[in-house]
Each structure stands twice: as structure tokens, then as C-alpha cells.
């Protein structure tokens, strides 16, 4: 297929990107490459796709120097002129949409940096599809949505309507938009969950990143809720395999839709919710002594209560994208931290 990925040099952006080519698809990557973190860790990630920095420019395409099949164009997904350009003269069959303003504390001071990125640019990835008959949209969703929920583990099916950050409530606000669109327009859309991902090539704003550049450098480590939280850790390969495999898994409205009890997580509209995680919650002081075996070194912990916008726990229920796609996440945290650690003294130096 030729596909149309955003995001394409952000952590999971990158990594998908990489996937895709290697299976043979015909890739454009978008990305604005903002500054919210270090930039030239975007220009890392887009080298190791064979995009090199000085060939990177505004609203003009870059080829890959390792692959005829991938190009780059550097572009706001709020620009909609530019985006209903690219759209009308892409081709696209498909669309991965990975591009968002990211962070949950940053959208307390940032606000405004969630609605253009995260509604407005999407609105325009939704415009484009509809007017250019896309085939199918695959979206980042978050596992922030769930929000105030408190069964577990999270299930799809589960409502979401007590979002406790403004990006949960943008991402919640992408899956409303989606529908409306499969449904209007028949776009088949299906929204990804992600839960917690971590691994080489991170985000420098994430707590793998903090705490392994703390510990390395005898610094001491933020430990929020004095540790007394759990997360899904999803190791970055399980997360690409599962948007390697659903890009093709393109979703049917559902024939068995009840009104008078609606299932949040399909629709009688082309529209399809899958969590990605890997069903194992792990304690915050766990996952810490997990980087500290790793290292070789104990970390310096300063205990800090609960942060705005923080939940106590999040817990993927990933059945149904077992069923769909012949695969769930697996990789143990142990070995998924080792690899990053390892990633993170040879990228740095270290």
C-alpha cells in the first residue's frame, strides 16, 4: 500500500515507519519536528530511516537514502491548505496518524499546543481521508482516556467519560471525531490505545528516559505518589507489531449493534477501538528496581505526591486485538529495560 504515516519521527512514529518499509509499503513520513524535546533526537530517528538533516525542509519532500520507497516532508498537520495539497496529490491508501502534541503534565501549562496538534490537525488528517477516499485511518488513541475508570483491567468496551487531563480529553475527542466521520462518510477508522511505551529511542520527557539519565549521572529521581502507582510498561517492538498488523485489518460496522446498550468500542459505522498494552501492571518501585538492575546502580529517590492529571493505574485488557490480529504484546519488562538501558549508554556516550 502507499501510506501516508505522521508523526514518522517521533518515538513510535520512527519505529512503525521502519516496519512498514521493510514490508514492502510504499511510506510517506510527515513531521513538524517541534521543539517540546531535543530535536536532534528526531533527526537521529529519521537518519536511521535514511532522511538526512541537511535535506530536511519546510513543505519539500526528502528521500530516503536507504529505501526508494519511503520520502519525508516536513509540515504542521494545522496547515490545512498544505495537508489538503499533500492528501489531493498522496495517493493514499491508508493513513497512520501518530502525530500528536504528547504529555499529560505539559497539557496542564500548554494547553493551547493540544488543541491545534491533537484537534485541529486532526481534523484536517479526517478532511483528507473523506475527500480523497482513503481506505483506512489508523489513529493513536491513549490509555489516558479511561480516566476516572476504576475496572480492571481496561477494557474497550469499558466508557471513558471522565477524562482527567486535557490530552486525554483531546485524544477522547479523536475517537468522537473518528466516528462521526466513519459514520457520515463510511471511513473506515480504527483508534489505538496505547499503554505506557517505552524503549530505545524514547521520548526524553518519559520516566525510562528520566530515571536511566538520573541513575547514570548520581542524580536523584522524581518518584510521584511516593511509588505507590502501577503502569502497563509496552515494550516499543509489541506496540509496532500491533499497528503493522491492524493497518491491514480494515474495520466492518458491526451487525450486531445494540442502541439501548451501545458498545463504546464498535459501532454499526466502519469503526474499531483496540487497546495495546501488555497485561502486566507493574509498581512504579518495581519498574524503578528494574532500571536500577539494569544499571548496576541504586537511584537516589525523592518521593513527591500525586501529580495533576496522573491516574493510579493503568491496565490493558489486549483480547481483542489478540483475536483480531493473532497477536498480544509479550515482552517481559526486564529485557525491554535492559535493551533501552543498553540504547541509552550508546547513543550518549556513555
Not at 500500500?1 to 520512527?14: E, R
Not at 450486531?256 to 483496540?274: G, H, K, L, Q, V
Not at 483480547?319 to 525491554?336: D, H, I, Y
Request: hydrophobic share 40%; charged share 20%; aromatic share 12%.
Amino acid at each position: 500500500m502507499k501510506i501516508l504515516v505522521t508523526g514518522a519521527a517521533g518515538f513510535i512514529g520512527a519505529a512503525v515507519s521502519a516496519c512498514l518499509i521493510e514490508k514492502g509499503h510504499k511510506l510517506i513520513g510527515l513531521d513538524n519536528l517541534n521543539d517540546y524535546y531535543d530535536v536532534e533526537l528526531k533527526y537521529g530517528r529519521l537518519s536511521r530511516l535514511g532522511i538526512e538533516k541537511d535535506a530536511v525542509a519546510w513543505y519539500k519532500f526528502a528521500e530516503s537514502t536507504l529505501s526508494k520507497e519511503f520520502s519525508f516532508i516536513r509540515m504542521n498537520l494545522e496547515d490545512t491548505q498544505a495537508m489538503q495539497m499533500l492528501f489531493a496529490n498522496g495517493g493514499f491508501d491508508a493513513v497512520i496518524n501518530l502525530a500528536a502534541q504528547a504529555g499529560v503534565r505539559y497539557s496542564i501549562t500548554n494547553p493551547h499546543a493540544y488543541i491545534e496538534s491533537n484537534v485541529d490537525g486532526f481534523i484536517n488528517v479526517l478532511e483528507g481521508c473523506r475527500d480523497n477516499k482513503v481506505k483506512h485511518l489508523v489513529y493513536a488513541s491513549s490509555s489516558s482516556v479511561y480516566g476516572l475508570n476504576g475496572q480492571v483491567p481496561f477494557s474497550e468496551h469499558h466508557g471513558i467519560a471522565h477524562p482527567v487531563s486535557l490530552y486525554a480529553a483531546t485524544k477522547k475527542s479523536n475517537e468522537l471525531m473518528a466516528h462521526a466521520y466513519s459514520k457520515l462518510y463510511g471511513i473506515p477508522t480504527t483508534g489505538l490505545r496505547f499503554f505506557t511505551v517505552y524503549g530505545p529511542w524514547g521520548r526524553p520527557d518519559m520516566s525510562p528516559f528520566l530515571f536511566i539519565d538520573a541513575i547514570l549521572h548520581d542524580l536523584p529521581i522524581k518518584v510521584f505518589n511516593n511509588g505507590d502507582m502501577l503502569r502497563d510498561f509496552t515494550y516499543i517492538d509489541d506496540i509496532v507489531e500491533g499497528v503493522s498488523r491492524i493497518v491491514d485489518i480494515i474495520p466492518e460496522g458491526n451487525l450486531d449493534w445494540d442502541e439501548e446498550n451501545p458498545d463504546p468500542a464498535t459501532s454499526p459505522a466502519p469503526y474499531r477501538i483496540y487497546n495495546i498494552g501488555n497485561q502486566q501492571p507493574t509498581k512504579l518501585m518495581d519498574y524503578i528496581s528494574c532500571i536500577e538492575t539494569a544499571i548496576g546502580r541504586e537511584a537516589r529517590k525523592e518521593f513527591l505526591p500525586m501529580q495533576p492529571g496522573d491516574v493510579y493505574q493503568t491496565y490493558a485488557d489486549s483480547s481483542a486485538l489478540a483475536e483480531a490480529t493473532g497477536f498480544k504484546p509479550c515482552t517481559p519488562l526486564q529485557n525491554g529495560i535492559e535493551r533501552t538501558v543498553d540504547w541509552f549508554k550508546e547513543y550518549y556516550k556513555l
